[in-house]
């Protein structure tokens, strides 16, 4: 672009204090000033997406974290499914349990109660673990576990509670006391917590000791698009959930998985947490048709035995479990039950060994009468030692099953489920 | 550019000025990047954590003894999809260790390149 002052032909590009600006200059700025104006605001609504973007992503992490930790850990001073001492619903959308119930409702008088002994203040469950006593003492944020003697009573009149706890220490003048133990949830319905989604206002409820609440408090804009409890026996089996298990379904979850998905405007976010519920674990491995256990060879097993049973829909129900090695089934045993008179007892009428399959080592007439809870010992019902699943060190055992990964399968069970229990 | 009040600017100063724009303006437009991308993986190593953690408390679900989740080997679950990836969890279990050690790797996308959360637990039962 060529100045020139003199001819006046082409336009001037300058900034002229007499003449003003040109059509061109004007243009020429009003063209640069768009390109400026659209790089910055190209800048401002990247930032700006990115902060909404980031805000987003932080209200549903936010969101979903606290959400997950009260529906597993509780908070403060609550229970979450993780202290769980007893199922009692279990559904895709919604579940209950019994946690472990935390007793704040005493107050220590050293006057009043010189002897310290408290009425727990719900039913104690029968057959539970015994009470905690815990004190925390002043300007202190802790609890501290301490001795307590425990006194149970048959009284299940949940207006007049019996049983009782002892602090068998004294108790530091000023302290706050807390019993935590297992209520029995049949005297005291207030004590299940149930979980629960609601798809039509996309809320989940928490029930507990007499209160529904959504949870969390502060949604913060995020729609809560979904929760869903998978369950899971103890060998990490998902067992069906489209159902609402009855009891022996119920005794069959050890482990429960949550899945939460929140959404705000176009962002969504999904989380999963698995806990295992320590404290509804039953004894041994649940076995039904089909499950496949890992076994150690005869020379390495200490303790194999089978109980539990339950859900045995017919008058009578066999069980056969098969150890395979080396792609080959190497010992099969065979037990005949039948329903007793009481219906939670069952009779092991007889047994068979198979050793290798198809031939019959031992069989005999048991007639044991069981109960449903009972663990029958696999090893000794051969009384000749030869037969069985182990090696006894004075009898020349005959089975023989090499070691290396061997695998015991359940190739028939009547029962809904059963358990076993070994052990090296 | 010369110095002077009745002059204006060329189209190469112009130009010159709107790429020294540019050039000053494409960190700011990496910085909002960056911060998308760090958010991204802060939720992937969010998302893998949790997953890592589901195997450990899965592994303290099992009624087996040491010698039995020893007898089950590694195993990879089967692939996942959340936060619209690809997560694959492999549990290692070393034989020779007592009591028994077991690794769990979080992996996205692709089961060969590095994991992305690492945890170990130690089963004795």
Known sequence: MKKSLSAGVTPPLTLSLSGGVTLVELLVSLAVLGIIGGVNGAILSAGLDSWSHIQQQLSLQQVSDETMGMLMEGGFDEQGLRDAVELK???????????????????????????????????????????????????????QTVPV???SSPGLDPKH??????FLNPIPLGSAIRVIYTPDASVHPETVMAFRFDPESKKIFRSYSGKTEMIPKRLQGVET???AFLYYDNLNR???????????????????????????????????????????????????????????GPQAVRAFSMGDLSGLTKREGTVELAVKSQGRFRWKIRLQFRAGEDSSRLVLERFEIQAPIGQIRTSGIVNQPVSRSEFVDLMSIDRTGLFDYDDDEDISDTIVVPEGPNFLEVTECDFETAALFIRP | MKNGSCRGFTFIEVLITLFILAVAVAPLMQLYATA??????????????????????????????????????NIISPPIRLQKRTWYTVRVVDPDLTPLEVQVYVYR????GPPVVQLMTIVNK
Request: aromatic share 6%; no cysteine; glycine share 6%.
């Open chain 1, 89 to 143: 619903e279990a559904r895709t959308e919604q579940m209950a349990f019994v946690p472990l119930w935390i007793d704040l409702s005493h107050k220590p008088n050293p006057i009043l109660n010189k002897g310290q002994r408290f009425i727990l203040e719900k039913q104690f469950k029968t057959g539970a673990a015994i009470p905690v006593g815990q004190v925390r003492l002043p300007e202190s944020d802790e609890w």
């Open chain 1, 149 to 151: 003697a425990f006194e």
């Open chain 1, 161 to 166: 509670p019996d049983d009782a706890v002892t």
């Open chain 1, 225 to 227: 698009d979904r929760l």
């Open chain 1, 238 to 296: 998902l067992l069906p959930s489209n159902r609402s298990p009855g009891s022996s379904e119920l005794r069959r979850i050890t482990g429960v998985k949550v899945y939460l998905a929140f959404s705000k405007n176009q962002e969504r976010r999904e989380s999963t947490s698995f806990t295992n519920v320590r404290n509804v674990q039953t004894l041994g491995v649940t076995i039904s048709k089909g499950s496949v256990v890992p076994i150690s």
């Open chain 2, 36 to 73: 998308v991308e760090q958010i991204g993986y802060t939720d992937d190593v969010s998302t893998a954590l949790d997953l890592a953690r589901e195997e450990i408390e899965k592994v303290k679900n099992l009624a087996l003894t040491e010698r039995q989740i020893k007898q089950m080997g």
């Open chain 2, 109 to 112: 996308e692709k089961l060969n």
